[in-house]
């Protein structure tokens, strides 16, 4: 994953496996360390290439009171994916994608 303009946030994927074939969501999870809220980042992620995509969701969790936003667009050829966000400090967010794997993600 990458952001734009944001030093504060960083990103990682915390599962590893899928059931081939089986509906399945790809989470990847951003976190802001703060101390300052962001605003209107934009992100990309590179979905796995065995990764059929079909729609778009998000978890907030913030240990002091704040809300999070998050919206995406389609995937390029390339199974790339972007969109932005808004998240407070001192909170995370799930990006979460729904879709199938063909084969066992490596």
Same mark, same amino acid.
């Given at each position: 994953?990458? %952001? ?32 300052? /809220? ?13 990764? /059929?995509?079909?729609? %778009?969701? %998000? ?19 390339? /199974? ?20 199938? %794997? ?5």
């Amino acid at each position: 994953s990458s %952001f734009t303009n944001q030093a504060a946030l960083n990103a990682n994927v915390p599962q590893n496996y899928y059931t081939p074939g089986e509906e399945t969501i790809y989470r990847v999870r951003v976190q802001n360390a703060g101390p300052s /809220n962001v605003t209107d980042a934009t992100w990309t992620d590179d979905l796995p290439s065995n990764f /059929n995509y079909s729609s %778009f969701d %998000f978890e907030c969790d913030c240990l002091n009171a704040g809300s999070c936003t998050a919206s995406a667009g389609a995937t390029n050829a390339s /199974n790339t994916i972007a969109g932005s966000l808004d998240l407070p400090a001192d909170c995370s967010i799930d990006l979460l994608f729904t879709g199938i %794997f063909d084969t066992a993600p490596n």
